[in-house]
Structures are given as C-alpha cells and as structure tokens.
Nanobody, 114 residues
Framework: VQLVESGGGLVQAGGSLRLSCAAS????????MEWYRQAPGKQRELVAA???????NYADSVKGRFTISRDNTKNTVYLQMNSLGPEDTAVYYC?????????WGQGTQVTVSS
C-alpha cells in the first residue's frame, strides 16, 4: 500500500489549494479515504472523509470551505481548500483504512500566511 500526497505549499490568507493523494496497492474504489492534519504542537485531527461511494463528512472547522472528492479511475483522493486562514497551517496527511489495516501518506505541508 502506498499513498503519496502532493499540492501543499505557501498561500496567503483567503487563498486556495488543492491537495491530491495518489493511492496504490489496494482496491481503491471500495476503501474509505480520509484527510488529516497536524499543526505544530497539536494532535493530528480528522479534516474530511469520503466513502467508496462518495459520501462525505467534515470537521466543523472546515465545513463550507473544504471539499473532499475522489476519482476512482485515477486512484486519487483530493482535498479542495478554499478561504484558507492561518489556522489551517499544518501538515496534511491522507489515510486509507480497510478491514484490519490502515495506511498513511508521508504528508504535505500547507502554510497560510496572514
């Protein structure tokens, strides 16, 4: 199993970024996918989740600003982030979890300047 995130970077407050997570080594279309983030000195927190069928859930802090989606033909999950603020600065990780297993990507840094 391999998960590779990309798309992070430095953006000004109010800006947007789209993160991607390319997956391999498992049957992507049936596996729920999640985006987490971890800010310095804080615990890793769940940001958004999507089932294989496309049902989504979001943390209250990102509802209305972030959108999780997936392309099962490309084995990729996305996180569109709009109206970014300094509080969104963190390392963002994608996670896949199946029956009895889970896997994490290496993370991608998102820095929002005020």
């Amino acid at each position: 199993v391999q998960l590779v995130e990309s798309g992070g970077g430095l953006v000004q407050a109010g800006g947007s970024l789209r993160l991607s997570c390319a997956a391999s080594g498992f049957i992507f279309r049936i596996i729920p996918m999640e985006w987490y983030r971890q800010a310095p000195g804080k615990q890793r927190e769940l940001v958004a989740a999507i089932t294989g069928a496309g049902s989504t859930n979001y943390a209250d802090s990102v509802k209305g600003r972030f959108t999780i989606s997936r392309d099962n033909t490309k084995n990729t999950v996305y996180l569109q982030m709009n109206s970014l603020g300094p509080e969104d600065t963190a390392v963002y990780y994608c996670r896949a979890s199946g029956s009895g297993w889970s896997a994490w990507g290496q993370g991608t840094q998102v820095t929002v300047s005020s």
